[in-house]
């Protein structure tokens, strides 16, 4: 920072250094140079501006959340909408607070379209429920009820979370998951015809409720036992009220039907149900399918150019997350949940064949030494499972089984989480320069993504390896997430929108966390507004909860 002269209100005014690495990203984005070397322009003396405003940002590099490059503009905000965006707003708005983003980017506020944050949004402190990780991203929006996991009682929920209170927006899926399990339990079976009129009531009335659209974990048990054919049932409630359908794909390697068989499924439920599909964290998972990014982009193009709504959404880092018994059990193993596959243990015979399969998905993630178990205070924390293994003197198969008994549920944050490094840069990379991959965190505790996915793919694969260029980062991170999602009046910096507004230091944004601390803080966002809220101000949290429950609005006619 240094001192120099504003225009308007003479000298002294502290004015933040233009970057050098700010002016190189600028002209690579396709924004002439010179801009950022343009002195400031106030208005002259005698003209007084002619409208309130609450905050004035200006002199920023901005970017609206479209495909376009940056320019230099302003924005203007009063309580919770922008009112103007563009050059020289300072001699049209006298602002209570005005802030100077000279050398900075100024974007809407990320919006992460596949979250778990549950650590943070249930807890009882209303500090965590902040989601600082997620802020400091420069985060304004998360979804939840991801892989197939939202509540079908979506109006309570939504109660429940505008009682309590948030730091940022929040949208919601309604899960298969939960779904099938009111109506089947855990059992490996398709539903009679009263069930499934029942389950598809389930998903109706969540849409009516506000979901967004239908989220399945088609990897998951007991979600994987939910046919082709059921899942277009479910889907087309959605479709009907206007949703998307959202996936974790039944087989993301070669664990069943296999990633390019899955890829397929993926598409014919968005054809057969009539309604746009998104793939969540799209991967080639496993040397079994390394190098296999071309051809499902391929895929993906050909259904584009036969008509077909599809996208997807990424992390940029080369280790997954899940439970061990998610990853390694056969799903056949675990037909009627934890009781069940304890059962079948017992049986020598049965568990002969458990440890089998348990031996081939370690083969597919790459083997012992690349799993890292992620939770904490247990034995096995912060180990690979074969260190683990070696320590206890077991085979790597005995000891997942021995974290699989112990670890419970392996819900997110429980002893079963793990860091999976499974995936290729080379296929990251291919993924990640397609116009239709948006950005996500797959955020839950233990790795570093959850704290660190925004800044982490900003400062490696856009500032360091120019995999792609500012302006696709933050239209992908931004309006592309909200036209996707059909998120009314947020993505983009015009008037009339929500005033939820990033600020961030060019030269200082960037991840913290890493596998081995995977909670530290990122840094670089300088301001951030929420609903017009500052809940950062120079770098500092505000005590404040301005967060909203978003609602999906379902075309006229299609609900009670």
């Not at 919770?80 to 209570?96: I, S, W």
């Not at 912060?382 to 206890?392: I, K, V, Y």
């Not at 997942?400 to 080379?426: C, K, V, W, Y």
């Not at 910096?493 to 944004?509: C, H, I, M, N, T």
Request: hydrophobic share 40%; charged share 25%; net charge neutral.
């Amino acid at each position: 920072m240094r001192a120099g002269r504003d225009c308007r209100t003479g000298p002294r005014v502290r004015e933040r250094r233009r970057p050098l690495r700010m002016l190189a990203v600028a002209m690579a984005g396709g924004l002439p140079g010179l801009l950022l070397l343009a002195g400031c322009a106030g208005p002259p003396r005698d003209q007084a501006p002619a409208a309130e405003a609450d905050t004035l940002i200006h002199g920023g590099l901005l970017f609206d959340g479209g495909h376009g490059a940056g320019r230099i503009a302003d924005v203007a905000i009063r309580g919770d909408r922008v009112l103007e965006v563009g050059p020289g707003l300072r001699q049209r708005y006298r602002a209570a607070r005005e802030i100077d983003a000279t050398g900075q980017v100024v974007s809407p506020g990320f919006i992460d379209p596949h979250t778990h944050p549950d650590t943070y949004l249930r807890s009882q402190d209303p500090a965590a429920r902040r989601l600082l990780p997620w802020l400091h991203q420069g985060v304004t929006t998360i979804f939840i009820g991801i892989d197939g996991g939202g509540t079908p009682d979506v109006a309570a929920e939504r109660t429940t979370l505008e009682s309590a209170g948030t730091g940022t927006n929040v949208a919601a899926y309604v899960g298969l998951g939960p779904v099938r399990r009111r109506v089947l339990g855990h059992d490996a079976r398709a539903p009679e015809a009263a069930e499934l009129a029942r389950m598809r009531g389930l998903v109706a009335d969540a849409m009516c409720e506000g979901a967004f659209g239908l989220s399945a974990g088609l990897f998951y048990a007991p979600q994987s036992f939910a046919s082709t054919d059921e899942v277009v049932a479910l889907a087309r409630e959605a479709a009907l009220r206007g949703g998307v359908y959202d996936t974790h794909q039944r087989d993301e390697s070669s664990y069943s039907l296999g990633l390019m068989g899955s890829i397929e499924e993926v598409l014919e439920i968005g054809r057969r149900a009539g309604l746009p599909v998104h793939i969540a964290h799209i991967k080639a998972l496993g040397a079994d399918v390394h190098g296999s990014a071309g051809e499902v982009v391929a895929r993906i193009e050909r259904a584009h150019a036969e008509g077909q709504r599809v996208t997807a959404d990424q992390y940029p880092w080369l280790a997954s997350s899940t439970s061990l018994g998610a990853a390694l059990l056969p799903r056949w193993a675990v037909d009627g949940g934890r009781p069940a596959l304890f059962e079948r243990l017992d049986d020598p015979a049965t568990a002969a064949r458990i440890r089998d399969g348990i031996r081939d998905n370690l083969q597919r993630r790459g083997g012992a030494d690349a799993i890292l178990m992620t939770g904490t205070g247990w034995p096995w924390s912060a180990r690979t499972l074969q260190r683990f293994a070696d320590e206890a003197g077991i085979d790597p198969v005995e000891a997942a089984l021995r974290i699989i008994r112990e670890g419970g549920t392996g819900r997110t944050g429980s002893a079963q989480r793990i860091a999976s490094f499974n995936m290729h840069p080379d296929d990251v990379r291919l993924f990640m320069r397609q116009p239709w991959v948006l950005t996500a965190s797959d955020g839950g505790d233990g790795h570093p993504r959850q704290h660190a996915t925004f800044p982490e793919k900003y400062a490696r694969f856009v500032a360091g390896e120019g995999v792609i260029d500012l302006a696709a980062f933050i239209h992908r991170s931004t309006g592309l997430t909200a036209t996707t999602f059909g998120i009314e009046d947020r993505g983009f910096l015009r008037a009339g929108q929500f005033a939820d507004v990033l600020v961030f230091d060019p030269e200082a944004y960037a991840p913290k966390a890493d596998y081995v601390r995977p909670a530290v803080l990122s840094e670089g966002v300088v301001h951030l507004f929420v609903n017009g809220v500052a809940m950062i101000d120079e770098g500092r949290v505000a005590h404040a909860l301005p967060g909203r429950v978003l609602q999906h609005r379902p075309p006229p006619g299609t609900c009670p």
